[in-house]
């Protein structure tokens, strides 16, 4: 019989070793978003619905109004006269700002108007006028992530030429 032997020999090689640290610096921003949401009435009077609704910037059509007959063409928009010389014409719409990386329980929300409006010609949200020159106060403690319902109102006195009224609205949320 054949025997054979198989010897084996492992040999340490010195195993080397290195280390080293990363140390991290950031800074998490917190932030807040605000978008525009048709209301579930939409639809109904009062209720128009926004183009391109679910971002934060949408469009608003009111129609065509005037003071003679209780005249308008859109089925959406709420009209009524509200003095012998001016009628308003109104819809709504939601609000809803959402949080990021804040503690802050809530948020102011402000609005202003790109230009002057003409004469006999008043913008308002929620019975507020809004002007050109800085940001009106709407609300100061809304709730994050909850539909906030506004309502656009213009208000046009009857003398008023015929003319197209193009507005635009910047709102301004800000965390307390």
Not at 93 to 115: E, G, H, W
Not at 117 to 146: E, H, M, Q, R
Request: aromatic share 8%; proline share 5%; net charge negative.
């Amino acid at each position: 019989m054949l025997g054979g032997m198989l010897c084996l020999l492992a040999t340490s090689a010195g195993a080397q070793a290195s280390s080293g640290q990363l140390t991290i610096t950031m800074n998490v921003q917190s932030s807040i978003s605000l978008i525009f949401q048709d209301n579930p009435a939409v639809g109904t009077a009062g209720f128009c619905p926004l183009t391109n609704a679910g971002t934060n910037n949408v469009g608003l059509d009111l129609g065509t109004a005037a003071f003679p007959g209780n005249f308008h063409t859109s089925t959406c928009v709420n009209y009524q006269h509200i003095t012998a010389a001016f009628y308003e014409v109104s819809s709504a719409f939601d609000v809803v700002v959402s949080k990021a990386n804040s503690s802050s329980p809530n948020y102011r929300l402000a609005a202003q108007i790109s230009t002057p409006p003409p004469t006999g010609v008043v913008w308002l949200i929620n019975n507020v006028t809004l002007t050109n020159t800085g940001f009106t106060a709407l609300d100061t403690t809304d709730t994050f992530s909850a539909r906030i319902t506004k309502t656009l109102q213009v208000q046009v006195r009857n003398n008023v030429p015929a003319q197209v009224l193009l507005e635009t609205i910047t709102f301004l949320a800000t965390a307390n």
